[in-house]
Antibody
């Protein structure tokens, strides 16, 4: 069955970096884009960006340009997201999500990781 | 970017009643690429509807989606206790993909 399994919770100080992993299984890794979405405490969902695991091409949300890097390792079917220069406002749960498709038509996020809580505090 | 506005912010209903959740886009959603997600506390969102009106896997037919262009509705008939959650709409037709701020469906 399709699964996205994320790395564990992180606690970081302001100015530090964090790298979160999302290991995919149960489907052809390079056939589906993977997005990252975050959710601050008590808040809604915020799209951060997307990576094409096939070629590694990325698109980042304007708010995250220059501070977020998404990469992938096809040998382990894992997508990574690194966030630099962390601020307290980056405290959130970070989700990876697969962009599903049926007969080539996008169907939004059909599978999600369990989420990784990142706490930024001095 | 397309801004999605959901209303009401909170909807208080009893089991067995019908829920109507609205999502309005600031501009036309390309190809009606509008999705709805259900999120319960401490869980990842779950896809409920995509393409404005197509059920995701495992979603009961008590849920239905409608609308096109800029105005979309998620209707839940005969509310069950497990339906009470926060619902988000999302447009995925134009980059950046954007979410509404959510509607909390709570038990009255």
């Amino acid at each position: 069955q399709v699964q996205l399994v994320q790395s564990g919770a992180e606690m970081k100080k302001p100015g530090a970096s964090v790298k979160i992993s999302c290991e995919a299984s149960g489907y052809p890794f390079t056939s589906y884009y993977v997005h990252w979405v975050r959710q601050a405490p008590g808040q809604g969902l915020e799209w951060m960006g997307v990576i094409n695991p096939s070629g590694g091409v990325t698109i980042y949300g304007q708010k995250f340009q220059g501070r977020v890097t998404m990469t992938r390792d096809t040998s382990t079917s894992t997508v990574y997201m690194e966030v630099n220069s962390l601020m307290s406002e980056d405290t959130a749960v970070y989700f990876c999500a697969r962009e599903g498709s049926i007969f080539g038509v996008a169907i939004a996020y059909d599978y999600w990781g369990q989420g990784t809580r990142v706490t930024v505090s001095s | 970017e397309i801004v999605l506005t959901q209303f009401p912010a909170t909807l208080s209903l009893s089991p067995g009643e019908r829920a109507t959740l609205s999502c309005r886009a600031s501009e036309r959603v390309s190809s009606n690429y509008l999705a709805w997600y259900q999120q319960k506390p401490g869980q990842a969102p779950r896809l409920v509807m995509y393409g404005a009106s197509t059920w995701a896997n495992g979603i009961p037919d008590r849920f239905s989606g409608s609308g096109s262009g800029t105005d979309f509705i998620l209707t839940i008939e005969r509310l069950e206790p497990e339906d009470f959650a926060v619902y988000y709409c999302q447009q995925y037709g134009s980059s950046p993909w954007t979410f509404g701020q959510g509607t909390k469906l709570e038990i009255k």
